[in-house]
């Protein structure tokens, strides 16, 4: 079955404790996503790769890392996370960039206290 | 920045048709896209519309782009109660690198 799979679907964790939410897709697509949602904001883009080794800034990456080194994998890091990204967040992917139909993970809730 | 507004909440009686509607600033978008939400799920892809059509129809569902306008809308024919979900627009820029969103409506269908 086709999909975007992200790891874990929910995690509790204090300020300052470094922390990787797993994004993995089986559709050999090239560009991957990464969103937070928060009420009333919509979906709001942190990082995006549009293939292996290749990743730039959305609207919103202060706090947080990305890397692409398997063209399947994108994990995102948060190396210090603090109570303002608490927040829900979304892996997606898409064949070919944002002019091809995204799939979206499940989504993990992550909150900082 | 490319801004996309919608409106928060939407009620309507199950039968009745609903239009969920969406403005957008970015003239150079490819691609508009409606993608539906529901309780505890990701974002599914329910149609999307090329930036030099003005109409796409499929099925229940009725995609309307005014580009003079900037507006876009959702028309959802005959809704059901399992159409209750949160409806988000989302324009490509025109690189086709980044997709903006709007904050999402919520629809809400009584019996």
């Known amino acids: 079955e086709a999909q975007v799979t992200q790891n874990p679907r929910y995690l509790i964790t204090v300020t300052g404790k470094k922390l990787t939410v797993t994004c993995s897709q089986n559709m050999n697509h090239e560009y991957m996503s990464w969103y937070r949602q928060d009420p009333g904001l919509g979906l709001r883009q942190i990082y995006y790769?549009?293939?292996?080794?290749?990743?730039d800034k959305g609207d919103v990456p202060e706090g947080y890392k990305v890397s692409r080194k398997e063209k399947r994998n994108f994990p995102l890091i948060l190396e210090s996370p603090s109570p303002n990204q608490t927040s829900l967040y979304f892996c997606a992917s898409s064949r070919s960039g944002a002019n091809s139909p995204l799939h979206f993970g499940n989504g993990t809730r992550l909150t900082v206290t | 920045g490319e801004d996309v507004e919608q409106s928060l909440f939407l009620s309507v009686r199950e039968g009745d048709s609903s239009v969920i509607n969406c403005t957008y600033t970015d003239s150079s978008s490819t691609y508009l896209y409606w993608y539906k939400q529901e309780p505890g799920a990701g974002l599914q892809l329910l149609t999307y519309i090329f930036s030099n059509m003005d109409m796409k129809q499929d099925q229940r569902l009725t995609v309307l782009l005014n580009k003079k306008d900037k507006h876009l809308s959702l028309r959802i024919a005959d809704t059901q109660t399992g159409d209750s979900a949160i409806y988000f627009c989302?324009?490509?820029?025109?690189?086709?690198?980044?997709?903006?969103f709007g904050g999402g409506t919520r629809l809400m269908v009584k019996p």
């Open positions: 790769s549009m293939n292996v080794e290749v990743t």
């Open positions: 989302a324009e490509s820029d025109n690189a086709g690198n980044m997709l903006t």
